[in-house]
Structure formats: C-alpha cells, structure tokens
C-alpha cells in the first residue's frame, strides 16, 4: 500500500473550534498577515488562503464588515468584494494557469457554511485531472503544495 504523507492535515483533525468569526479575528491589518495567510487587502475586502483547502490556490474573499449575507453590504463594499474577487483569480490566472475555478459562496450553514455570519467567497482553481479516485472511495483530498509554498507564489 503506498502513503500519502500529509503532516499538515494534523492540525485541521485535532482542530478545536475558535471562538470567535475567522474572518473578524484576521481583518486587523498588522504585521502578522503572512502568518494568517491574508494575500490582499484593499479598502472593502481581503483576500486569504483557505488553511484547509480543496486545491491549491484556494483563497477566500472577505469584507470587512461581519455581515451573513450579500444584501446586508452596501454598494461600494458589495463592489469593492467582487473587485477582489476578480483581481485573485486574474492573479491566479497568470501564475498558476488552472483550466477552470469553482466561484461561490455557502449562505448559511445549512448550504455548508462554516461561518454562516460572515459572507466570504472561495476561490478554488482547478486543473483537468485534479480529480481522481481519492475522494470517491477514502474521502481524502490531495492538495500537492504547501501553505506557505502557495502564499509565496501568490504573495510575490
């Protein structure tokens, strides 16, 4: 049988809930954005990497205000999101080269959120291939870069 080792995945199976909105707790600008894995800040909205992701380059989108859904934000918050969105996957786009993204949003947390009062969007990249019978029958997913890999690729 072979191994996929991945070390990292510890921390997310012993993972004790925060207190607390992620989100609300790394909106603070600060010296400490490479330790929270922020990529981007802009006026309205940051970007981060997902610490569990689906892909590699799966980013998250966030406004500042702790809002749960996307009529709750005001225009210029509302665009100034989606300004973001679309600067990550250009960035994305040119460094990575994925052949498609899955782009969206889980409002509430019977659609899946985990943190249903704070609106975010995910960012998950895609490559032909990136799918293979992992999930299907041991509900394991390979991401092949690390954490730290990815933000200095994207972080330029």
Request: hydrophobic fraction near 35%; glycine fraction near 8%.
């Amino acid at each position: 049988m072979d191994k996929i080792w991945a070390p990292w995945r510890k921390e997310y199976i012993l993972l004790k809930k925060s207190k607390g909105c992620i989100f609300c707790l790394k909106r603070q600008s600060g010296l400490y954005d490479r330790k929270k894995y922020i990529l981007k800040r802009d006026r309205y909205a940051f970007s981060m990497l997902n610490r569990y992701p689906y892909n590699n380059a799966h980013e998250m989108v966030s406004p500042y205000r702790h809002v749960g859904s996307l009529e709750l934000l005001n225009k210029k918050e509302l665009l100034g999101l989606l300004n973001l969105v679309n600067y990550t996957k250009m960035r994305i786009d040119k460094l990575l080269r994925p052949h498609g993204y899955n782009i969206g949003m889980n409002l509430g947390k019977i659609a899946g959120a985990g943190f249903s009062g704070h609106v975010h969007i995910h960012i998950v990249p895609r490559w032909a291939g990136d799918t293979n019978f992992m999930p299907v029958i041991s509900d394991t997913k390979i991401v092949s870069c690390s954490l730290e890999e990815m933000y200095n690729l994207l972080k330029g």
